[in-house]
């Protein structure tokens, strides 16, 4: 029983970690599948798109990427792998020829390297890369073992699980990633073998840096997340015998909030913002999808709360589809503040606001408006009807529970109206001066 038990808890980290790895890997498939279509295409294509060889100065970004930049202004794409492979530097002086683009706007692509500050480049010194077979392996081995230490060491053990003790857990997580990233494999361009990073010469790598840090981020928000979850079973266990059905209806109620498709939906958003260099709005991302889990998870056992919280909480819920859907979703919020301490059965707007999501087309062409407010002692949410060309199943059973949970916890029925432009759910406020009518 103790084995099954330990086994049972190993199993959700294994399969967090091979899902970050993939996660930080993403973006480097996408790279290696455009590199490899590049590099094999035909040559009777490459001839005719290459222009002659030209002189320019090598600009590397911090992302690893880079452009030739001519002295008329002109520039040329440099990807990271060429520059990695071919041991350039930023401030080089080098003589290529490159591809012609083949859509208006887009950046010519470094073809071939004649001459580096002057000197006539011999290939002969990269042919030794390394198999992208292996570096991929390598990459994907690596963030595992990355991500499932760091949650081993956010989830081991179940006693003294304050937030004191999470903090020193997250000490360890960050000790135990440096000394990771100061052991992570490097690939030696130019004798085809992986070393290790403290080897290589140049500690600072941006790329293994950056991708250690999201993996150690993503990997301390799920720890967060299971030690609120382990908090909140404790507590059920020790009340199993008190109210049973009550107790797991709200339960189920909980469970269903948090679902695996949004937590990876909200995961590869996260990747999104990393990869683009929005350091910014990672970390605000961050901190909503927590405080959402947070709300989530603390509130799945009340009944009543304020309509201030409930619009906090919504308010860090729709940020995370607003990242999503950028510049296409929008939310319309005019609550009278004369109704913030008025009660309304937790996490209410959830469900409202996910099958709006869901259920309808968004698009930069017709931005989706959702709109709550309050009118009179009413709080009203209300979306247009824009169809999805392959509609998303739909039960019903998420509203009819909160129409339910509504009933039990007010003593009033909420009110839906549907027509055939607009979508609307009125949700009747209790005033906390007035004695509940149930």
């Known amino acids: ?59 590397v970004h911090p992302d690893g990427h880079g452009y030739l930049v001519y002295e008329n202004g002109d520039s040329v794409y440099v990807p990271m792998s060429r520059i ?14 490159h591809t012609r683009p083949r859509r208006a706007g887009a950046h010519p692509m470094m073809m071939e390297l004649k001459r580096r500050n002057g000197e006539e480049f011999d290939y002969s010194t990269v042919f030794n890369r390394p198999s992208e077979t292996t570096d991929m392996a390598l ?9 499932f230490v760091s949650l081993t060491i956010l989830s081991f053990g179940r006693s003294n699980r304050t937030a004191l003790n999470f903090a020193k857990r997250c000490v360890w997580v960050v000790v135990a990633a440096a000394v990771l ?14 070393v290790m990073n403290f080897m290589s010469g140049r500690m600072l790598d941006y790329m293994l840096l950056l991708k ?44 269903s909030q948090i679902n695996p498709h949004f937590f990876f939906n909200s995961l590869n958003s996260l990747a999104m913002l ?37 619009l906090q909480f919504a308010e860090a819920y729709s940020y995370l589809f607003r990242i999503r859907y950028a510049d296409k979703l929008f939310f319309d919020v005019e609550v009278d503040e004369a109704h913030a301490r008025w009660l309304l059965p937790a996490l209410s707007l959830q469900p409202l606001i996910g099958n709006a999501v869901k259920h309808n087309t968004i ?11 309050t009118e009179g002692d009413w709080l009203v949410v209300s979306n247009p009807l824009i169809p999805k060309l392959e509609a998303e ?25 549907r027509t055939e432009e607009r979508f609307t759910v009125r949700l009747p406020l209790q005033n906390p001066d007035v004695p509940c009518e149930s």
Request: aromatic share 10%; with cysteine; net charge positive.
């Open 1 to 59: 029983m103790k084995f099954r038990s330990r086994y049972a808890g190993w199993m959700p980290n294994l399969m967090v970690a091979v899902a970050i790895s993939l996660v930080v890997n993403f973006s480097y498939l996408l790279l290696l599948i455009v590199d490899q279509r590049s590099d094999t295409s035909g040559h009777a294509d490459v001839r005719r798109a290459v222009v002659r060889a030209q002189e320019g100065e090598l600009a």
């Open 363 to 373: 698009t930069r062409s017709k931005p989706f408006h959702v709109s709550i407010r």
């Open 139 to 147: 990459n994907l081995f690596y963030y595992f073992v990355l991500s």
């Open 84 to 97: 990695r492979r071919l041991g350039l530097a930023d401030g080089d002086r080098l003589v290529v020829s």
């Open 274 to 310: 990393v990869r683009e260099g929005e350091g910014e709005k990672a970390l605000t991302y961050i901190d909503q999808l927590s405080y959402a889990f947070r709300y989530i998870i603390q509130n799945g056992q009340s009944t009543l709360v304020p309509l201030s919280e409930e």
């Open 393 to 417: 199943p739909s039960t019903g059973i998420g509203l009819e529970n909160l129409s339910n949970r509504w009933l039990l916890a007010t003593g009033r029925r909420i009110e839906v109206i």
């Open 181 to 194: 990233y100061f052991v992570g494999p490097i690939p030696d361009w130019r004798t085809g073998r992986f």
């Open 212 to 255: 250690c840090s999201f993996a150690v981020v993503v990997s301390m928000l799920y720890g967060r997340i299971y030690v609120l979850i382990s908090q909140r079973q404790a507590v059920e266990l020790e009340n199993e015998q008190l109210k049973n059905e009550n107790l797991t209806t709200r339960y189920d109620m909980l469970v």
